[in-house]
Each structure stands twice: as structure tokens, then as C-alpha cells.
């Protein structure tokens, strides 16, 4: 189904961003998707984030695989780069292309089917290599574009549209993230866009993968009871690790000691961010701690939510490998191929 072009009308009284752009500027096509589909609300928390961090929209790539999830790449940002590859080849197409222009910021949207089941080895490679990217996977335990079957993500239990039963034990993306060593782990829910639009920037600014798992139910498939990755089902079983939100790096800000385990700050803008604290023991930076939490949400049959785990001392693809710092899409041609005798010259290190 072709995408329709929103018409460029703009209302003078839109507010704008350091570099002179609306909300409106960060939107792409008019969605084809079903109404009511939680990829739609996680489109418009990455329009919100990607407009208050006043991203560049031309310095920024949009990249995907296939399925519902990967047809988003057209609903935002419509001046930014984009590349809709082969079925859960998007993070090996990424790794492609961060490899050869290192200074484009990188958005990856795949889906519980795109990246659990025909693209699981190259999301777990593309983590081991820490591809710096926000990688953010809509999670609606279905595939949605060939009619609701079971996919990899589907809780043991759970029940189709059509009363079957999944029996096969899922694959959870945020335990397989951290098992493999990925940097920034965190969940969300499309349905809590308070919440998801801070993770979201965050995730873009982070130093190597920033993987955030989104339930998105699937209006059409899979919002009926018995299914646990519906609206209701996350609603009533959200477990939110903490209630805080983005600070970017300025001057330090200091806080007033918390009572009842809130704090108020006031921002460089004059706004009020109100922090809650997180439960007694939870230690983000550690990665057992959250790796025990969710398996322990999972267990109660909850959902956990929030950042799980950050760990800013990582290194991404680029420093491992020990790359230039110019970007090899501008380097001049004798740089790229300087030619036998410096072939030769390498060659003699393996002789």
C-alpha cells in the first residue's frame, strides 16, 4: 500500500526547536497502518524525541527490515536517509553502512518477528559488535502482515484471535540483550508515551546499541483477551522500575534531598521534573540486578518497564576496531586505495 503525503500546511504558532524546526518537520507519510496500532503511537514518541533533541533530520538514517514495524520508517522524518532491507537483515545493512559513514545517526525499527526469529543472528551480532544505533524492536507477539500467527515473542499460554494456544516458550529480547553483553537494555509500552519519549532520547545519544523492546499490541490480531501483549494486559500488569526523565548534559544541576521519596528539580528551561526513586536494591548500571528483575517480574507474570541497564563504559564498533575518525564515505580515493606497494607492505606483517 503506497503512503499519502500530509499536506504542508503549518500553523504559525508552532513552537520550534534550537534549529528552527516544528514538530511537523520531524513527520513523515500519512500511516497505512491499522488505526488504532501501538507502532503508530512509538512513531509519534520518536518524532517527539527526535524533535526535542533537535536531531538534524538530513544527518540521521532510518533503517529496516520487513513487517508492519518496518513500514514506520516512512511515517517520520521524511528528510532523513532511509533503507528498507531483506527480511531481519536490517542490523547487518546497518552495520554496513555505520561502518562506512560513522558521523549519521542511525535509527533501526524491526519487529518481534524481524529480529526473534529470521534476523535473531544478526541482532545478536550487531549487539556483540555494539553498532552504534537506537535499536528499537515493536513487540506485538504476531505477525500482523500474514494474518496473526505466533511469533518468537508470544508468551506460553497465550491465546490467538482464533482461541489457539501458544505452547512454545518465548524468546524475550531485553534478557537476550543482556545476556549477550548490549550496553543499553530497556522496555517500554507504546500506550506510555511519558515514558517511552525520555528512553528514546537517551537511547539516541548513547554510545553503542541502545536496544529498547516496545509492546505495541496489534489492534487487529492480537488486543482480545487471553493475549499478553494487548493494551489491557500491559496496562494492569506495567512494572515500572522508576519515573524519571531525560536530563541532557548542561550544567550540573543539584537536587534538594527527596521526601517520600520524590525530588522536584527545576530545569534550564524553567520546567519541573519530579523524580521518583527506584525500589530499595535496583542498580541499573549492574547487569545481574537487572537481569533478576525481569526474570522476576516474568515470573509474576508482569511486564517490566523503564531503563534496565546502561553501561556508559563501553565501546562501540568503531573503537574496538580501531577505525579513523574520518568517516571512510569522506575519505579521497588514494586514501582508500593507496595502491600494490601498500598492499605489499601489510602483506609482509602475515608473512
Partial sequence: MTSIAKPPVRHPGLVRNELGLSVRDYEGSMSTLCAGCGHD?????????????ALPPHRAAKM???????????YFMRQSHG?????????????????ANRDLTYIGISGDGDSLSIGLGQLSHAIRR????????????????????????????????????NVQPPIDPVLLALTLGATFVARSFSGDKAQLVPILKAGLLHNGMALIDVISPCVTFNDHEGSTKSYKFTREHEVEISAADFVPLR????????????????????????????????????????????????????????LLFID???????????????????????????????????????R
Fill in 130 to 165: 555494539n553498532v552504534r544505533m537506537l535499536y528499537v524492536i515493536d513487540n506485538n507477539g504476531v505477525y500482523g502482515l500474514t494474518k496473526g500467527q505466533f511469533s518468537a515473542s508470544a508468551d506460553v499460554g497465550s491465546t490467538s484471535k482464533k482461541g489457539e494456544t
Fill in 312 to 350: 556508559e563504559r563501553g565501546s562501540d564498533m568503531h573503537a574496538m576496531a580501531n577505525t579513523v575518525s574520518t568517516p571512510l564515505v569522506d575519505l579521497p580515493y588514494e586514501q582508500l586505495c593507496p595502491g600494490n606497494a601498500a598492499l605489499q607492505k601489510l602483506m609482509e606483517k602475515y
Fill in 251 to 306: 550544567r550540573e544541576i543539584t537536587a534538594p534531598a527527596a521526601e517520600a521519596g520524590v525530588t522536584s528539580v527545576t530545569m534550564h528551561d524553567g520546567s519541573m521534573v519530579r523524580f521518583r526513586q527506584t525500589h530499595d536494591g535496583y542498580d541499573p548500571t549492574s547487569r545481574e540486578s537487572a537481569y533478576a528483575h525481569v526474570r522476576a517480574c516474568q515470573l509474576r507474570h508482569e511486564v517490566a518497564t523503564g
Fill in 64 to 74: 529496516s527490515g520487513i513487517g508492519c514495524s518496518s513500514k514506520t520508517t516512512a
Fill in 41 to 53: 503511537s512509538v512513531t509519534a514518541a520518536l518524532v517527539q524525541a527526535a524533535w526535542e533533541l
Fill in 83 to 99: 533503507f528498507n532491507s531483506v527480511h531481519g537483515r536490517m542490523p547487518s545493512v546497518t552495520t554496513g553502512a555505520s561502518a
